[in-house]
């Protein structure tokens, strides 16, 4: 499998190098150059097994420099189930699909819950794994020095990235937050984190600053210097990196065989999938299945008031020029969608020098247009913070199920889209958090009243709603915080550096 760089694709690498590079140099993502096809001998390889072996044979087709033992080892320990836990262990299909559950609401609509992993979003779906693909591929690669991650997050892939990579060995992590732009609950969980390869800082000001200090940190060929000095390299943890978004293809292909093996659709029948999206990795993910031959009809992809995908995937013309929305769901609050580049990439026959000039206009105008035949595939639906609200609370008391704020905007997405189309294909949708990680949020739509913080807001929804909530959550109540610096944008080289060379 030979990948190449969306802007040239003369840029060739093996997957090892596309790994551990994170993004190619030229600015463009590193992305396979054809997709492996699912064959009707795989799928049914695939059917007895339990999630980490499933796992280990589709990562196979991608992952080409890593042997089948390697990769069978990996998902093993990334999806044991004492990281992966239902803690009611249902309604997970057979008992060996370790802790990843799909759950049918309704003869249409099942639930593909990827929120069971240590951080309570899908996010460890791929941060769990990914640090044993990064370390490894450095071994291939011949690279001995230190790894250091640097991750701006909104939230929860900071919570994830450490989470992965706490005490592996030959990596460091540091994580910038945005001071003003988390809830209590996420800060809690960052400002905590055990291990003796991490750090964390906040950042004044909101995720863009974040973000802003972060690459320049990156690029910055002095820190890069100071790095070298003592043995250490940057890479990337955020979904431009390839190893972030092949595990994500797992769970839709798995996802599937689930429904098969319990009936709800017959082998080979077509389903609709519906993902809540933000930097568009996880639908991605789910258009890769699709173009392998997962039999997938439409793919919708829900947002919230920050819609420039809808207006994208429904006429396409791209264009950020906007303003920017905080919502209940601030994981999706997002205006420049990274992995839309590796669509355009496979939407246009693999012509690098067509991605090029529309990331160039991107860059430029903030705005692009491609042929809307090309997007036909797609449907877009996006709904505001009231319709988010009030989606909870229907999903809740018609039928019994809680959710939280992002997989709200897709189920209600799910639901539209049938409205308007009259298509009751059967639809897999994506449940990307646990309802208590955005407890506030959820406890307002469901009872009109308001907390008085995180932690009660926790205590009222479990009473409320009779769940337990999960317990890395509850547990953040009586834990030492270890990091309460606080930096400005461009601080950031500074603090990382510090954090980093102790
Ligand atoms: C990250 C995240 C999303 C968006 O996923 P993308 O891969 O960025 O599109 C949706 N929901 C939750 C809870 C998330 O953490």
């Not at 701006?152 to 030959?170: I, M, Q, Y």
Request: proline letters at 5%; one cysteine or more; aromatic letters at 8%.
């Amino acid at each position: 499998m030979i990948y190449v760089s969306t802007r040239d694709r003369m840029r060739e690498v093996p997957s090892a190098r596309a790994i551990m590079d994170g993004i190619a140099p030229d600015g463009g993502l590193y992305t396979p150059a054809a997709l492996p096809t699912l064959t009707h001998a795989l799928m049914e390889e695939l059917k007895p097994l339990g999630y980490a072996g499933r796992a280990a044979k589709i990562l196979s087709l991608f992952l080409t420099d890593f042997t089948a033992e390697e990769l069978a080892e990996y998902t093993r320990a990334a999806y044991n189930p004492g990281k992966f836990a239902h803690p009611k262990g249902y309604p997970v299909s057979a008992p060996d699909v370790d802790g990843i559950a799909v759950r049918t609401l309704n003869k249409v609509e099942n639930m593909l819950e990827l929120y069971w992993g240590p951080t309570s979003a899908f996010k460890d779906m791929a941060l769990q794994l990914l640090p044993y693909l990064l370390t490894a591929s450095m071994k291939k690669c011949g690279e001995t020095r230190t790894v250091c991650i640097l991750v701006a997050t909104s939230g929860d892939t900071g919570k994830a990235a450490l989470e992965g990579f706490r005490d592996v060995p030959g990596t460091q992590i540091v994580v910038f937050y945005p001071r003003e732009g988390v809830s209590d609950v996420q800060r809690l969980q960052m400002v905590t984190q055990e291990g003796d390869n991490v750090g964390v800082c906040a950042v004044e000001g909101n995720f863009d600053d974040a973000q802003t200090g972060v690459k320049k940190t990156f690029g910055d060929p002095e820190v890069r210097a100071e790095l070298a000095r003592h043995g250490r390299l940057f890479s990337s943890a955020n979904s431009i990196n390839f190893g972030r978004l092949v595990p994500q293809i797992v769970y839709y292909i798995s996802g599937y065989l689930d429904l098969v093996r319990r009936g709800a659709i017959h082998d080979g029948e077509r389903i609709n999938i519906c993902v809540p999206t933000g930097n568009f990795g996880n639908i991605l993910a789910a258009v890769f299945a699709k173009h392998m031959g997962l039999p997938v009809g439409k793919l919708i992809c829900a947002s919230n008031a920050n819609n420039v995908l809808t207006d994208f995937l429904n006429t396409g013309v791209y264009d950020c020029n906007r303003p920017f929305h905080k919502t209940l769901s601030p994981s999706m609050d997002i205006l420049i969608s990274s992995n839309v580049e590796r669509l355009l990439y496979y939407i246009s026959g693999g012509d690098t020098a067509y991605v090029r000039e529309r990331m160039e206009s991107l860059k430029i105008t903030g705005r692009y247009e491609v042929n809307p035949e090309l997007l036909r595939e797609f449907t877009g639906i996006c709904c505001d913070d009231t319709v988010t609200r009030a989606t909870i609370r229907e999903v809740f008391e018609r039928d019994g199920y809680l959710i939280d704020p992002h997989t709200a905007v897709a189920v209600y997405a799910a639901r539209e889209y049938r409205k308007r189309t009259g298509d009751d294909t059967p639809q897999l949708i994506a449940s990307t958090a646990s309802a208590f990680k955005f407890c506030a949020g959820v406890l307002e739509a469901l009872t009109g009243h308001p907390a008085d913080n995180d932690f009660d807001a926790i205590d009222r929804l479990a009473e409320y709603t009779h769940e337990p909530s999960p317990a890395p959550l509850t547990g953040l109540r009586g834990k030492d915080i270890r990091f309460s610096g606080c930096t400005t944008k461009d601080g950031i080289s500074d603090a990382a550096l510090k954090l980093l060379i102790k």
